[in-house]
Protein backbone atom coordinates (compact mmCIF):
# COMPACT_ATOMS: atom_id res chain seq x y z
CA UNK A 1 0.00 0.00 0.00
CA UNK A 2 0.94 3.67 -0.26
CA UNK A 3 0.69 6.18 2.36
CA UNK A 4 -0.21 10.13 1.90
CA UNK A 5 0.68 12.55 3.98
CA UNK A 6 -0.99 16.02 3.27
CA UNK A 7 0.42 19.69 4.67
CA UNK A 8 0.30 23.21 3.44
CA UNK A 9 -3.44 24.48 4.24
CA UNK A 10 -4.85 27.13 5.78
CA UNK A 11 -6.99 30.34 5.91
CA UNK A 12 -5.72 32.86 3.21
CA UNK A 13 -7.40 35.77 1.57
CA UNK A 14 -8.57 36.31 -1.60
CA UNK A 15 -6.11 36.44 -4.50
CA UNK A 16 -3.43 34.82 -2.05
CA UNK A 17 -1.56 31.78 -2.70
CA UNK A 18 -0.63 28.50 -0.93
CA UNK A 19 0.82 25.40 -1.72
CA UNK A 20 0.31 21.96 -0.63
CA UNK A 21 2.43 18.84 -0.05
CA UNK A 22 1.63 15.04 -0.27
CA UNK A 23 4.24 12.96 0.75
CA UNK A 24 4.09 9.70 -0.57
CA UNK A 25 5.61 6.23 1.31
CA UNK A 26 4.96 2.56 1.27
CA UNK A 27 5.09 0.85 -2.39
CA UNK A 28 5.78 3.92 -4.51
CA UNK A 29 6.93 1.49 -7.37
CA UNK A 30 2.87 1.26 -8.02
CA UNK A 31 2.59 4.57 -8.26
CA UNK A 32 1.16 5.57 -11.62
CA UNK A 33 -0.57 8.86 -11.50
CA UNK A 34 -0.81 11.35 -8.59
CA UNK A 35 -4.08 13.97 -7.74
CA UNK A 36 -5.36 16.67 -5.86
CA UNK A 37 -9.07 16.62 -4.89
CA UNK A 38 -11.22 18.95 -3.39
CA UNK A 39 -14.43 18.54 -1.49
CA UNK A 40 -16.30 21.91 -0.58
CA UNK A 41 -19.15 21.78 1.87
CA UNK A 42 -22.33 20.42 1.18
CA UNK A 43 -20.54 19.31 -2.23
CA UNK A 44 -19.09 16.11 -3.85
CA UNK A 45 -15.49 15.43 -4.11
CA UNK A 46 -13.71 16.71 -7.90
CA UNK A 47 -10.70 16.37 -9.35
CA UNK A 48 -8.63 19.84 -9.11
CA UNK A 49 -5.44 18.62 -10.60
CA UNK A 50 -3.44 15.38 -11.92
CA UNK A 51 -0.17 14.11 -12.90
CA UNK A 52 1.10 10.95 -14.10
CA UNK A 53 4.61 9.12 -13.54
CA UNK A 54 5.72 10.61 -17.41
CA UNK A 55 4.74 14.20 -16.31
CA UNK A 56 1.24 14.64 -18.31
CA UNK A 57 -0.97 17.13 -16.16
CA UNK A 58 -4.39 17.80 -16.10
CA UNK A 59 -6.58 20.42 -13.98
CA UNK A 60 -10.02 21.29 -13.93
CA UNK A 61 -11.28 23.94 -16.11
CA UNK A 62 -11.91 26.25 -12.65
CA UNK A 63 -8.48 26.16 -11.69
CA UNK A 64 -6.71 26.52 -15.04
CA UNK A 65 -4.49 28.92 -15.26
CA UNK A 66 -4.48 29.72 -11.43
CA UNK A 67 -3.20 26.55 -9.83
CA UNK A 68 0.08 23.93 -10.62
CA UNK A 69 0.89 20.49 -9.62
CA UNK A 70 4.27 19.22 -9.56
CA UNK A 71 5.93 16.10 -8.29
CA UNK A 72 9.33 15.78 -7.15
CA UNK A 73 10.42 12.13 -7.35
CA UNK A 74 13.74 11.95 -5.33
CA UNK A 75 11.15 13.45 -2.37
CA UNK A 76 8.29 11.28 -3.69
CA UNK A 77 6.14 14.48 -3.13
CA UNK A 78 3.76 15.93 -5.33
CA UNK A 79 2.87 19.54 -4.97
CA UNK A 80 -0.23 21.99 -5.58
CA UNK A 81 1.03 25.62 -5.96
CA UNK A 82 -2.52 27.77 -5.72
CA UNK A 83 -2.21 31.33 -6.94
CA UNK A 84 -5.09 33.49 -6.95
CA UNK A 85 -6.92 31.85 -4.52
CA UNK A 86 -10.96 32.42 -4.29
CA UNK A 87 -13.23 31.85 -2.08
CA UNK A 88 -14.66 29.14 -4.19
CA UNK A 89 -11.45 27.54 -3.96
CA UNK A 90 -12.55 26.77 -0.26
CA UNK A 91 -12.56 23.15 0.69
CA UNK A 92 -10.79 19.80 1.98
CA UNK A 93 -8.19 18.74 -0.34
CA UNK A 94 -7.11 15.28 -1.00
CA UNK A 95 -3.94 13.69 -2.37
CA UNK A 96 -4.73 10.60 -4.01
CA UNK A 97 -2.18 7.78 -5.84
CA UNK A 98 -3.76 5.83 -8.53
CA UNK A 99 -2.02 2.37 -8.05
CA UNK A 100 -1.07 -0.50 -10.74
CA UNK A 101 -3.13 -3.03 -9.57
CA UNK A 102 -4.28 -1.79 -5.56
CA UNK A 103 -7.12 0.83 -5.05
CA UNK A 104 -6.56 4.18 -4.64
CA UNK A 105 -4.88 5.60 -1.64
CA UNK A 106 -6.37 8.82 -0.37
CA UNK A 107 -4.18 10.68 2.48
CA UNK A 108 -6.19 12.53 5.31
CA UNK A 109 -7.30 15.64 3.61
CA UNK A 110 -6.18 19.44 4.73
CA UNK A 111 -8.49 22.18 4.77
CA UNK A 112 -7.92 25.41 2.74
CA UNK A 113 -9.93 28.35 3.40
CA UNK A 114 -10.25 31.20 1.31
CA UNK A 115 -11.39 34.65 2.81
CA UNK A 116 -13.37 37.25 0.65
Known amino acids: QVQLVESGGGLVQAGGSLRLSCAASGSIFSIEAMGWYRQGPGAQRESVATITSGGSTNYADSVKGRFTISRDNAKNTVYLQMNSLKPEDTAIYYC??????????WGQGTQVTVSS
Open 96 to 105: NADLKYLPDS
